[in-house]
């Protein structure tokens, strides 16, 4: 059993800059393919990033260019960095982890999630 827990959302103006943090309980964490999805009210769950475990990456295209997924084994935590938000960012953002060797996480694929944290961008 894994345990996600997600830090960093918070209220931000466009155009400006949020980190978010997810903890992984468990041993291995190294192996598993972590991601961040995101969903806004009335919206589908959407992918935005994941990592493999050798440190393969899949982006979004919406956040192509803007936001960087990166991991820390050692720390068993997993990063989004995310920069120049925009309003339509808005949502509320969770982390997954996901035991097969994906580089690309789904939905059908997480095997386990995150509470969620929510992240705001005001016009």
């Known amino acids: 059993q894994v345990q996600l827990v997600e830090s960093g959302g918070g209220l931000v103006q466009a155009g400006g800059s949020l980190r978010l943090s997810c903890a992984a309980s468990g041993r291995t964490f190294s192996s598993y393919t972590m991601g961040w999805f995101r969903q806004a009210p009335g919206k589908e769950r959407e992918v935005v990033a994941s990592i493999s475990r050798s440190g393969n990456t899949y982006y979004a295209d919406s956040v192509k260019g803007r936001f960087t997924i990166s991991r820390d084994n050692a720390k068993n935590t997993v990063y989004l960095e995310m920069n120049s938000l925009k309003p339509e960012d808005t949502a509320v953002y969770y982390c997954?982890?996901?035991?097969?060797?994906?580089?690309?996480?789904?939905?059908?694929?997480?095997?386990?999630w995150g509470q969620g944290t929510q992240v705001t961008v005001s016009s």
């Open positions: 997954a982890a996901d035991r097969s060797a994906v580089v690309r996480i789904s939905t059908s694929s997480t095997d386990y």
